[in-house]
């Protein structure tokens, strides 16, 4: 089991930033991939950005160059550094965490993101 606590959502106006944070806990020896996803009122949840045990980063299209996915391995804490942030941004972001031995795929809580124009 892999539990996930999310911080640092809140509002601000176009053009802003936030900073994410994803504390993971359990058997965090288990997590392959770490992730930010989003929903956004009457759209399906879709991916953000995702880094893998190797480093590897995947970000969706419409972030690239404005959001940066990070890693502390020593406070098992994935972070989500949003910058230049826009309406379209506004959603409930969730941090994810997949596993191995045994498969597995975990949520946090969500936090809300608020962009104002």
């Known amino acids: 089991q892999v539990q996930l606590v999310e911080s640092g959502g809140g509002l601000v106006h176009d053009g802003g930033s936030l900073r994410l944070s994803c504390a993971a806990s359990?058997?965090?020896?288990?997590?392959?991939?770490m992730g930010w996803y989003r929903q956004a009122p009457g759209k399906q949840r879709e991916l953000v950005a995702r880094?893998?045990?190797?480093?590897?980063?995947n970000y969706a299209d419409s972030v690239k160059g404005r959001f940066t996915i990070s890693r502390d391995n020593a406070k098992n804490t994935v972070y989500l550094e949003m910058n230049n942030l826009k309406s379209e941004d506004t959603a409930v972001y969730y941090c994810?965490?997949?596993?191995?031995?045994?498969?597995?795929?975990?949520w946090g809580q969500g936090t809300q993101v608020t962009v104002s124009s």
């Open positions: 994810n965490a997949a596993t191995t031995t045994p498969l597995g795929n975990y």
């Open positions: 359990g058997s965090i020896f288990s997590i392959a991939v």
């Open positions: 880094i893998n045990r190797g480093g590897t980063i």
